[in-house]
């Protein structure tokens, strides 16, 4: 009993670890191909491992993307808890949410577009079931939550204009200006190079950011 039981111990970290090497190697593969056009065939053979084994983690296609997705917000959620700062005005406070999610993408690009390929994934009511669909959605809103108490503090310490909207709204369009900033300056590099030059095409996200403050921004009252 005692040999078996130790056998067992050592095998939940073996088991731990394979699972994580699925998921990496799922994760690249969903981010340059998107899900529609992964295999658990392609995860096997990027992760070193059978196909079988494969399944006996993962039932389907489904359950491993989403799982992907939960680690990737869970990772990107964490970016954002540490950008915080109490002592910052709100619209400080928002433009270090923006500078950690353009961080985020430079420093995770797989997880950066596993993300983008999620957003462009129709929902269907069999898929909105998904335990784990719940899960994204949850945490998807925990961030929405959590720039809307951001935009009413920075309207509370006069940070941040009145007259900006309803915080819930204005978070949504934040997210997405952000989003698509990165995305286009990925995706759309060589264009936005001939266009702007290397230095501006790279500083994008960054220029827009200042843009959003500039927006965002209180007038300071003349004397």
């Not at 900033?181 to 500083?203: D, F, R, V, W, Y």
């Amino acid at each position: 009993m005692k040999n078996r039981a130790t056998t067992t111990r050592r095998a939940s970290p073996d088991r731990e670890k394979r699972r994580q090497e699925i998921l990496r190697a799922a994760t690249q593969l969903f981010a340059e191909r998107g899900m529609e056009n992964v295999t658990f065939g392609d995860i096997a053979r990027s992760a070193r491992l059978s196909r079988p084994l494969v399944y006996f983690y993962f039932p389907d296609l489904e359950t491993l993307f989403l799982e992907a997705v939960v680690v990737a917000t869970s990772k990107l959620q964490q970016r954002f808890v540490h950008a915080l700062r109490p002592s910052l005005k709100g619209l400080d406070q928002l433009m270090a949410l923006g500078a950690a999610y353009v961080q985020f993408a430079r420093d995770e690009p797989a997880l950066f577009q596993l993300l983008a390929h999620r957003e462009t994934k129709s929902n269907s009511a069999a898929k909105a079931e998904h335990p784990l669909e719940k899960e994204c959605h949850a945490r998807f809103s925990g961030i929405m939550d959590v720039l809307g108490a951001t935009l009413r503090q920075g309207v509370a310490d006069r940070s941040i204009r009145p007259d900006v909207g309803d915080p819930a709204q204005v978070a949504v369009c934040l997210w997405g200006l952000t989003h698509g900033l990165i995305q286009i300056s990925t995706t759309q590099l060589p264009t936005i190079e001939s266009k702007l030059g290397a230095a501006a095409a790279a500083g994008l996200p960054d220029f827009g950011l200042d843009l959003l403050r500039r927006s965002l921004a209180a007038r300071t009252r003349r004397s």
